[in-house]
């Protein structure tokens, strides 16, 4: 934690807490604000509340947003530069998909904090507070977010390719993924159940539908009538921006029905329905879909252990008044 003292025409930054400085290392601690900006999450949370009352669609885009910024680089908002050269993280073949109101979001937090603490929070930290809030406001479970993070230096497309997860991914190639960003095969399972709420392009799954192997076109592990009904939704050659629900039972709540889904094989995307039929995983698919509180739990687990993924502490990074730009 820290806290701002003027000396001398001079703002010198007091350390009150001994901070781990390496990155990839965290000592992120609730709180963080306390004196500096005490108000910033429910500032943050009203910022969300607006937003999400005027779409939806910002409650996936946010968390989704929040998922693609940790995997590539650690937890440092370095998704949300943009580059007039179409070169940063958020310009990536694999980031093109990321909707707009998740950028949004981050961005009226950011000038809401900005408003009554300047200079003070970084739009990681904002990013992480407003991961929990979409999630807790469209029905899922509230925990407390750990901060102390500041904002990265670096946004290059370059740095995206290979480091987040395939629509067509086996267990295997899901569970070294995540391992590499110190995620065990719950904490994945877990993180998957975000897939509770958003929707997906056509394109991600399409081969489910029409070219799954050689012997069937249909992948099998579908259900039949979900499988007819996504044929209906998502013809051969559709326009791609055409989408459909990860969860075709409650779109909009976050909640548990993603792995009831997943049982009765309406899983979306091959990454989602191998976690049921690998039997690997397929015990926590089911304990999921049993038990709605195991699912919160890990859940909430999972997103702590998420947000401190390569974080810059202490006096690394910058915190941005701007988070699409870099301080000048």
């Known amino acids: 934690m820290e806290k701002e003292v003027r000396r001398g025409g001079w703002w010198v930054v ?31 949370r009203q910022a969300v509340i607006n937003k999400t009352s005027q779409t939806t669609i ?13 995997f590539v ?31 949004d979001t981050i961005i009226k937090s950011k000038q809401a904090v900005e408003s009554v603490c300047p200079g003070v929070v970084s739009c990681a930290d904002i990013l992480a507070i407003a991961a929990r ?23 290059n497309a370059s740095l995206v390719a290979g480091q987040l997860p395939q629509p067509n991914f086996n267990l295997n190639q899901l569970k070294q993924l995540f391992s590499k960003n110190n995620l065990n095969q719950i904490d994945m399972i877990a993180l998957s159940g975000a897939h509770t709420v958003g929707f997906s392009h056509c394109n991600r799954f399409s081969n489910r539908l029409y070219s799954f192997s050689s012997s069937s076109s249909l992948d099998p592990s ?41 049982v009765a094989g309406k899983g979306l995307l091959s990454s ?33 252990k998420l947000g401190r993924l390569g974080v810059l502490v202490g006096s690394q990074g910058q915190i941005r008044t701007d988070c699409t730009a870099f301080n000048s």
């Open 133 to 155: 809030d979409v999630v807790f406001l469209s029905g899922g479970p509230s925990f407390s977010v750990e901060l102390g993070r500041r904002d990265g230096l670096v946004s």
């Open 73 to 103: 680089q650690g937890c440092d908002a370095s998704i949300m530069i943009a580059s007039p050269n179409g070169d940063a993280e958020k310009d990536a073949p694999d980031n093109l998909s990321l909707a707009g109101d998740g950028f």
């Open 272 to 304: 989602d329905e191998v976690l049921f039929t690998d039997p690997s995983s397929n015990p926590t698919v089911i304990d999921f879909a049993n038990n709605p509180s195991d699912f919160s739990a890990a859940f909430a687990t999972a997103m702590i």
């Open 14 to 44: 007091v350390m009150v807490m001994a901070m781990v400085i390496g990155r990839g290392e965290t000592h992120l601690v609730q709180n963080f604000y306390s004196s500096s900006c005490p108000n910033v999450e429910a500032i943050v």
């Open 222 to 262: 579908l259900n039949t009538s979900y499988a007819q009904q996504l044929r209906a939704d998502c013809p051969q050659n559709v326009d791609p921006s055409i989408v459909v629900n990860l969860d075709p039972v409650t779109p909009q709540t976050f909640d548990n029905v993603y792995y009831q889904n997943l």
């Open 58 to 70: 910002a409650v996936p885009a946010t968390l989704r947003l929040f998922f693609h910024d940790c």
